[in-house]
């Protein structure tokens, strides 16, 4: 079985991490940075497109 993961990046500070999209919430649900907890819909921190389709999948 393939692990799936998505990019994150953070708008407010820059930060940039993983996470297993199956871990997170819908693209439009509120989601904080766990950096400096800027609060955000989840999809304005997919670092591409293509991470963004990945999590619509999973949800």
Do not use: Y
Request: contains cysteine; glycine residues 2%; aromatic residues 8%.
């Amino acid at each position: 079985m393939v692990e799936a993961f998505v990019r994150l990046l953070c708008p407010e500070c820059s930060k940039d991490w993983q996470e297993n999209p199956t871990d997170l919430r819908g693209p439009r649900q509120n989601f904080s940075c766990p950096s400096c907890h800027a609060t955000r819909r989840l999809a304005e921190f997919m670092r591409t497109e293509r991470d963004l389709d990945t999590l619509k999948q999973f949800h």
